[in-house]
C-alpha cells in the first residue's frame, strides 16, 4: 500500500509561485512515474505534469513553460514548482504515482490564485 502526502498548496496572487510536495511511502518509489494532476469543480481531473521513473517530463500545454515538475528518489518526493500562475491554475492538485506499485492518488491541495 502506497500513501502520497501533498502539501504547499495555498492563496497566491496572478504571477506569483507556489512549490508543491508529494511524498510517497513505500521503498520502490524511484521505479515508478509521477504525475501531478488538477480539478476543479464540475470538470473532469487534467493532467498537468508527469515524470517517468528515468526522468522524462512532459507536460500540458498550459502550463509548459511555467511548471517544472522533479523528483528526488532519495526522499521520496515529487516536486511541481509553479510560475507565473495564473487564476485558470485555480484547482486541487493532485499527485500520482503508477507503475509496479499499482495506481496512487494523494488527497489532494488547494491552489488558488487570485487575479
Known amino acids: 500500500q502506497v500513501r502520497l502526502v501533498e502539501s504547499g498548496g495555498g492563496l497566491v496572487q496572478a504571477g506569483g509561485s507556489l512549490r508543491l510536495s508529494c511524498a510517497a511511502s513505500?521503498?520502490?518509489?524511484?521505479?515508478?512515474?509521477m504525475g501531478w494532476y488538477r480539478q476543479t469543480p464540475g470538470k473532469q481531473r487534467e493532467l498537468v505534469a508527469v515524470i517517468s521513473s528515468g526522468g522524462s517530463t512532459n507536460y500540458a500545454d498550459s502550463v509548459r513553460g511555467r511548471f517544472t515538475i522533479s523528483r528526488d528518489n532519495a526522499k521520496n518526493t515529487v516536486y511541481l514548482q509553479m510560475n507565473s500562475l495564473k487564476p485558470e491554475d485555480t484547482a486541487v492538485y493532485y499527485c500520482?504515482?503508477?507503475?509496479?506499485?499499482?495506481?496512487?492518488w494523494g488527497q489532494g491541495t488547494q491552489v488558488t490564485v487570485s487575479s
Open positions: 500520482r504515482l503508477w507503475g509496479p506499485a499499482g495506481d496512487n
Open positions: 513505500g521503498s520502490i518509489f524511484s521505479r515508478n512515474a
